[in-house]
């Protein structure tokens, strides 16, 4: 696992053809400690936090059986239409105040139309 690891750290990229039978019978301790490797020398150790709203909720006409907010399922989620600008500016600076440096709109459904706004 180290050894994989010094290679991820030196430009080696996983692929696709790759065996990768190696994890389910790695040593977690190993796991673990090849992973914080690869992540300290990639990415430190400052942490970027992100939030999201949701831009509209429910109702959406897409069949994803994982989201409760698909209208193919009876979830009882809340369900409302586009949210007011202000909303999304107010969420935004709460979230600025608290260290947030990227704060992203998701809506339920495949795309925002023109009628939304």
Do not use: P, W
Not at 6 to 13: F, P, V
Not at 23 to 49: H, P, Q, W, Y
Not at 81 to 95: D, H, N, P, V
């Amino acid at each position: 696992m180290i050894a994989l690891a010094e290679k991820i750290i030196h430009g080696h990229r996983l692929t696709k053809e790759e065996d990768y039978s190696i994890f389910l019978t790695a040593d977690l301790e190993e796991l673990c400690t090849g992973a914080d490797k690869i992540r300290e020398k990639l990415c430190g150790s400052k942490v970027e936090l992100c939030s999201i709203i949701n831009g509209r909720g429910g109702r959406c006409s897409e069949d994803c059986k994982f989201c409760a907010q698909s209208a193919h399922h009876n979830t009882n989620c809340e369900e409302y239409g586009f949210l007011q600008q202000k909303t999304f500016m107010e969420g935004c600076a709460r979230a600025s105040e608290q260290g947030v440096s990227r704060y992203s709109i998701v809506t339920a459904g495949r795309a925002i139309v023109s009628s939304d706004l």
